[in-house]
């Protein structure tokens, strides 16, 4: 019997059936009783108005009544023994585990689970004793090796898919098998209308999505900058970036439409067991999913216990759950084979997240300014030891990056140099358009891949820097639009001078000051594209207007500065 469990009075004897009421005389002793106590209730009340002197009864007289003999105080749980905290779909495995260790008759149990994203424990200033992230990176991430220490192998595996509803399944998975090269081949191809991610500082599927994406696109190349564009370019095209795999398929379970859901959700990343438990409730949308081949990543549910805690206590929790629950709820026992290994340290995990967590999705507008001097032509190293050229490299790095831009963006190009004495300053080789419009029989977007991929500096040409950073910037003001981030950047391998319209720093600055506008920003991003570029001049040019200079000393790194430039241009 417990605390809270109180006897029955029984008949005489202490057994038998239950006595049923006598009649007469007892019923008008038990009457009189009633009317007595109502008449000294009553008589209170009224005592307590007078001694008031008002229409209103005392505080005393709402307050609850004090405990009877009868009916003693419940007093309160102390303290668990052990605090535990996991991640949301692993905590019924869990919480049914400690319910066993519960002794027998006591009405306070001695762990108490709670279920909460990794993301939120780490903001908690009060750290469990026993900590079950859906990551081992987790703990990385909150560099508690010296506060956490796992007990034993993980509780549970679960390996992150790629997710979509049935009916786009064959456009991202063929032959039912995915890839993060593909899905981003995918989209800027327009195969699929969609993708959802969640953000990799809140979310597991998140976090080890962005990690497998910057790996899998830097298996594809022996450059790194061009493997960060080719993953940013996915995340460019990221519609929602903010939803967390259990809400979408909350989301997703109460919508009938299928068409709807291709359209606002398209493919997501999700661990396999939050898709099991989808699949198996038959509601909603009918999702498919499969691993991606091409790198594959896991959520695992680390047991970290804080030094300090109850460890044997903790011990017994650990072996109260058995793999037959673990299986049970849709969890595997064992790790996947080919997993990819997460890195030692919590900086290579944030680092990416962090850049597509900061990444502003916005309406864009950008003028591509792009030297086009004689010294384009000099010959450089590239990554793995290549002898090729400053154009060469541009035109790799270039025809990459024209995917990077999504379907917002309005976007114009322009080259500056001419070899000719009485030479423009520059020449608009793309005209300044949304980039899925129509221009020379093809869109803006291939117009701008196919003018780079054959861009060819003129022998002799001077560099007529600062004249086309005016001229750039004059006509974008022009452009400026409320709700849009408007910008010029440049990429240029040298100074102005050699053309007939070089002029001095000091006197550049001085006309770049007098055309500025508050109300009608616009940044200049300067990227400096090796040893004898102007750095100086290009700073200059980025604080008058508020931008941000990039130098790319060593030539072969123009990719990754392309990849700096376009974030820089997504933060303006």
């Known amino acids: 019997m417990s605390d809270n469990e109180w006897p029955r009075e029984l008949p005489p004897g202490g057994h038998g059936e239950w006595a049923e009421p006598e009649h007469g005389p007892r019923r008008i002793v038990v009457s009189t009783a009633l009317v007595l106590v109502v008449l000294l209730v009553a008589g209170g009340v009224a005592w307590q108005l007078m001694q008031n002197r008002s229409g209103q009864p005392t505080a005393a007289s709402s307050a609850?009544?004090?405990?009877?003999?009868?009916?003693?105080?419940?007093?309160?749980?102390?303290?668990?023994?052990?605090?535990?905290?996991?991640?949301?779909?692993?905590?019924?495995?869990?919480?049914?585990?400690?319910?066993?260790?519960?002794?027998?008759?006591?009405?306070?149990?001695?762990?108490?689970?709670?279920?909460?994203?990794?993301?939120?424990?780490?903001?908690?200033?009060?750290k469990p004793d026993v900590w079950v992230p859906s990551?081992?990176?987790?703990?990385?991430?909150?560099?508690?090796?010296?506060?956490?220490?796992?007990?034993?192998?993980?509780?549970?595996?679960?390996?992150?898919?790629?997710?979509?509803?049935?009916?786009?399944?064959?456009?991202?998975?063929?032959?039912?098998?995915?890839?993060?090269?593909?899905?981003?081949?995918?989209?800027?191809?327009?195969?699929?209308?969609?993708?959802?991610?969640?953000?990799?500082?809140?979310?597991?599927?998140?976090?080890?999505?962005?990690?497998?994406?910057?790996?899998?696109?830097?298996?594809?190349?022996?450059?790194?900058?061009?493997?960060?564009?080719?993953?940013?370019?996915?995340?460019?095209?990221?519609?929602?970036?903010?939803?967390?795999?259990?809400?979408?398929?909350?989301?997703?379970?109460?919508?009938?439409?299928?068409?709807?859901?291709?359209?606002?959700?398209?493919?997501?990343?999700?661990?396999?067991?939050?898709?099991?438990?989808?699949?198996?409730?038959?509601?909603?949308?009918?999702?498919?999913?499969?691993?991606?081949?091409?790198?594959?990543?896991?959520?695992?549910?680390?047991?970290?216990?804080?030094?300090?805690?109850?460890?044997?206590?903790?011990?017994?929790?650990?072996?109260?759950?058995?793999?037959?629950?673990?299986?049970?709820?849709?969890?595997?026992?064992?790790?996947?084979?080919?997993?990819?290994?997460?890195?030692?340290?919590?900086?290579?995990?944030?680092?990416?997240?962090?850049?597509?967590?900061?990444?502003?999705?916005?309406?864009f507008q950008v003028l591509l300014l792009i030297d086009s001097s004689g010294s384009m032509n000099e010959p450089i190293t590239a990554r793995g030891g290549r002898t090729t050229t400053k154009a060469a490299l541009l035109r790799e790095s270039g025809t990459i990056a024209a995917d990077l831009f999504d379907d917002e963006t309005t976007i114009g190009m322009w080259y500056f140099g001419s070899a000719a004495r009485n030479g423009p300053a520059f020449t608009e080789q793309v005209p300044f358009g949304p980039i899925t419009s129509g221009v020379g029989g093809k869109s803006r977007r291939q117009a701008l891949a196919d003018t780079i991929s054959s861009y060819k500096p003129a022998a002799g040409a001077g560099t007529p820097l600062y004249q086309a950073v005016l001229d750039g910037v004059a006509q974008m003001r022009?452009?400026?639009?409320?709700?849009?981030?408007?910008?010029?950047?440049?990429?240029t391998d040298g100074a102005d001078g050699g053309s007939r319209f070089a002029m001095s720093n000091a006197e550049f600055l001085?006309?770049?000051?007098?055309?500025?506008?508050?109300?009608?920003?616009?940044p200049v991003i300067a990227v400096g594209y090796g040893p004898d570029a102007n750095m100086a001049a290009l700073q200059g040019m980025a604080k008058a207007t508020g931008g941000q200079s990039i130098a790319a000393r060593n030539p072969a790194d123009l990719a990754s500065a392309m990849a700096k430039a376009f974030l820089a241009a997504h933060s303006a």
Request: charged residues 20%.
């Open 135 to 363: 990551s081992s990176a987790w703990l990385r991430i909150a560099a508690d090796g010296a506060t956490y220490a796992p007990a034993g192998k993980p509780l549970a595996y679960s390996p992150i898919l790629l997710a979509g509803p049935e009916g786009i399944g064959r456009l991202y998975a063929e032959s039912g098998e995915t890839s993060w090269v593909g899905l981003i081949q995918s989209l800027t191809q327009g195969r699929i209308p969609s993708v959802t991610m969640p953000d990799p500082l809140t979310s597991t599927a998140g976090l080890l999505s962005v990690h497998a994406v910057h790996t899998a696109t830097a298996r594809t190349t022996k450059d790194s900058g061009i493997a960060q564009l080719k993953a940013l370019t996915l995340r460019s095209r990221i519609q929602e970036s903010s939803v967390d795999p259990a809400t979408l398929l909350k989301q997703m379970s109460a919508q009938q439409d299928s068409t709807t859901a291709v359209y606002d959700v398209g493919v997501f990343p999700v661990t396999e067991q939050q898709l099991k438990a989808y699949q198996k409730a038959e509601q909603g949308v009918r999702l498919t999913g499969a691993p991606p081949v091409d790198v594959r990543v896991e959520a695992d549910y680390p047991f970290a216990v804080r030094k300090g805690a109850d460890q044997a206590l903790a011990e017994r929790l650990r072996a109260a759950i058995s793999k037959a629950a673990v299986t049970a709820a849709g969890f595997r026992a064992e790790p996947t084979a080919a997993v990819l290994r997460l890195p030692d340290t919590a900086p290579r995990l944030l680092g990416p997240a962090r850049q597509w967590s900061q990444y502003r999705k916005l309406a």
């Open 478 to 491: 022009g452009r400026v639009t409320p709700g849009a981030a408007t910008v010029v950047v440049v990429l």
């Open 510 to 522: 001085k006309r770049l000051a007098a055309g500025q506008d508050r109300a009608k920003p616009v």
């Open 64 to 126: 609850a009544p004090a405990p009877s003999a009868t009916q003693p105080s419940v007093t309160p749980c102390p303290d668990p023994e052990l605090r535990v905290v996991t991640a949301p779909e692993i905590e019924p495995v869990i919480r049914e585990a400690a319910a066993t260790l519960n002794p027998a008759g006591q009405r306070c149990a001695p762990i108490t689970v709670q279920a909460q994203e990794p993301a939120a424990t780490l903001k908690e200033q009060v």
